[in-house]
């Protein structure tokens, strides 16, 4: 059974930072590409970053580039989210994901997510 459980979120002030991590068990996490997307209240889902199976290749919206940095350690099965300078407008539920094929943006493209974790940015 296919497992991606993401911690880590949190209520914090503006210009703060959190430290996502999503635990991934259940299928061969090496092999992976793996991408954190986020919902606010009343929108889409929206795409934050990608990183590849090697973590030799990352993206990044536009909204979070140069505040929020995405790494795995496929030794631990587990992907992160460092976010740093956190806006108001970043408060979402974010969802870490699994893709067998090559990294994307596309949210349907993906074959596996995890149930969420509430960050909400105070201002």
């Known amino acids: 059974q296919v497992q991606l459980v993401e911690s880590g979120g949190g209520l914090v002030q503006a210009g703060g930072s959190l430290r996502l991590s999503c635990a991934v068990s259940?299928?061969?996490?090496?092999?992976?590409?793996m991408g954190w997307f986020r919902q606010a209240p009343g929108k889409g889902r929206e795409f934050v970053a990608w990183?590849?199976?090697?973590?030799?290749?990352?993206n990044y919206a536009g909204s979070v580039k140069g505040r929020f940095t995405i790494s795995r350690e496929n030794a631990k099965n587990t992907v992160y989210l460092q976010m740093n300078s956190l806006k108001p407008e970043d408060t979402a539920v974010y969802y870490c994901?699994?893709?067998?094929?090559?990294?994307?943006?596309?949210?349907?493209?993906?074959?596996?997510w995890g149930q969420g974790t509430q960050v909400t940015v105070s201002s």
């Open positions: 990183i590849n199976w090697s973590a030799g290749s990352t």
């Open positions: 994901a699994a893709h067998s094929g090559g990294a994307t943006s596309y949210a349907t493209m993906y074959n596996y």
């Open positions: 259940g299928l061969a996490f090496s092999r992976y590409a």
